[in-house]
């Protein structure tokens, strides 16, 4: 059993004289106690909404939430024990910044020796040792959302909820309190979910990641998962850089297989024993499907697709070619310097083994072998 188990919540918010906006739907999820939870979704997908019935500041409108096997979808937040750092931040204006944050720890009863002691640990790790006594309103944003994280780490909670904790600061300072939130949540044990837009800092923090799209979850799995073996035409595009080129492809039945083919210039075969039997039955009724590979998948300089290069960039590490061949764009990436020029042909190889396959609902029916 999970230490957080979210089950079958739904959110709607209601206002008058607005239409209701149904934020989560049936959302399902459990998660194990010590486990760092990545939410990624596209802005307005219910990350935050999540988030915030988690820790009791929504209602849910349906479904239940339970904390260590406890139900707490009904208790006021203070009785939950989650800790939350808010998008917003929500720090108290009247309180310097070390005041914000013991604030958190009043509920602890710590000595005032052991409370001193936490925020300077915990200031030092986030850099803002030197504004200690200082007011939010007198801070940047970057420090006020890092006051945010500090306060929501300084407690000792069973839970900790963090939405977009990094977002408003640079890089490079971004990747070093990565690094050091994770190792603090890992020395500690502690469980987390935190919100974020950034596919690297997901795959960085997580053990696993919750695509969301439109209130639902699209995937919760390892970023290794979901690369591999997208569950969806969602998350085959949003999950990857660049993303999965995708194609419209025409089937017809080839010797106990299939052929896949875009226009006249792209055919691809499918051979029948790699299918399971639900994929085979789909792709024996449908006229035409959606397939996917991704760029890194892409042989350039060899192979039978025939495009023509729109454009060609070296980034230092990589090329990145972008070719169109029958109407559509792929983007190709390798690992070698090419010296193709935009209006160049250049011979593109696809090769059948590296297609993910889509059912008319987006559903995934084939994953490409090694992703
Ligand atoms: N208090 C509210 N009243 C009405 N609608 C709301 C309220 N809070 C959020 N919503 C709506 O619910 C949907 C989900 O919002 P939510 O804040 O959960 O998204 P999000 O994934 O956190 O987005 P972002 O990445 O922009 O922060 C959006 O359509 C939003 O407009
Ligand atoms: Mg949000």
């Known amino acids: 059993m999970g230490m957080l188990e979210i089950r079958n919540v739904d959110k709607v918010y209601r206002?008058?004289?607005?239409?209701?906006?149904?934020?989560?739907?049936?959302?399902?999820?459990?998660?194990?106690?010590?486990?760092?939870?990545?939410?990624?979704?596209s802005s307005g997908c219910g990350k935050t909404s999540t988030l915030r019935m988690v820790a009791g500041f929504e209602s849910v409108t349906s479904g239940a939430i339970a904390l260590s096997q406890r139900r707490i979808d009904e208790l006021p937040p203070a009785k939950r024990n989650v800790a939350m750092a808010f998008e917003g931040y929500s720090l108290y204006p009247p309180l310097t910044i070390r005041e914000n944050i013991a604030f958190a720890l009043k509920a602890q009863q710590l000595a005032h020796r052991e409370v001193?002691?936490?925020?300077?640990?915990?200031?030092?790790?986030?850099?803002?040792?030197?504004?200690?006594?200082?007011?939010?309103?007198?801070?940047?944003?970057?420090?006020?959302?890092?006051?945010?994280?500090?306060?929501?780490?300084?407690?000792?909670?069973?839970?900790?909820?963090?939405?977009?904790?990094?977002?408003?600061?640079?890089p490079q300072l971004r990747a070093v309190l990565?690094?050091?939130?994770?190792?603090?949540?890992a020395e500690?044990?502690?469980?987390?979910?935190?919100?974020?837009?950034?596919?690297?800092?997901?795959?960085?923090?997580?053990d696993r990641i919750a695509v969301m799209e439109d209130g639902v979850l699209q995937q919760f799995a390892n970023e290794r998962e979901l690369k591999n073996r997208p569950a969806n035409l969602f998350v085959a595009s949003f999950i990857g850089e660049p993303p999965m080129n995708?194609?419209?492809?025409?089937?017809?039945?080839?010797?106990?297989?299939f052929c896949l083919?875009?226009?006249?210039?792209?055919?691809?075969?499918i051979a029948g024993d790699t299918?399971?039997?639900?994929?085979?039955?789909?792709?024996?009724?449908a006229q035409s499907v959606r397939v996917g590979i991704r760029p890194q998948r892409i042989a350039v300089g060899t192979g039978d697709v025939r495009v023509r290069v729109v454009s060609n960039q070296?980034?230092?590490?990589?090329?990145?070619?972008?070719?169109?061949?029958?109407?559509?764009?792929?983007?190709?990436?390798?690992?070698?310097?090419?010296?193709?020029?935009?209006?160049?042909?250049v011979p593109f190889a696809l090769d059948p083994r590296h297609l993910h396959v889509f059912g008319a609902d987006g559903t995934c029916i084939r994953h490409a072998e090694g992703g």
């Open 261 to 269: 083919s875009v226009g006249a210039d792209m055919a691809f075969r």
């Open 116 to 170: 001193s002691h936490r925020v300077d640990a915990i200031a030092r790790m986030v850099e803002i040792e030197d504004i200690l006594d200082s007011y939010p309103r007198s801070i940047s944003g970057g420090q006020q959302q890092r006051v945010s994280l500090a306060r929501a780490l300084v407690r000792d909670a069973d839970l900790y909820l963090l939405d977009e904790p990094m977002g408003q600061l640079e």
């Open 178 to 185: 990565r690094g050091r939130i994770k190792g603090l949540l």
């Open 314 to 345: 070296w980034l230092g590490d990589q090329s990145h070619v972008a070719g169109e061949c029958a109407g559509h764009l792929l983007i190709a990436v390798t690992v070698n310097r090419i010296a193709a020029r935009p209006g160049d042909i």
């Open 275 to 285: 299918l399971d039997q639900a994929a085979r039955k789909l792709l024996e009724q």
């Open 188 to 206: 500690r044990g502690m469980t987390a979910i935190f919100v974020t837009h950034d596919q690297t800092e997901a795959s960085a923090l997580a």
């Open 246 to 257: 995708l194609l419209e492809t025409q089937v017809a039945h080839a010797d106990g297989g």
């Open 15 to 41: 206002s008058r004289g607005k239409p209701p906006v149904h934020a989560v739907r049936a959302l399902d999820m459990e998660v194990k106690k010590g486990e760092i939870v990545a939410l990624l979704g």
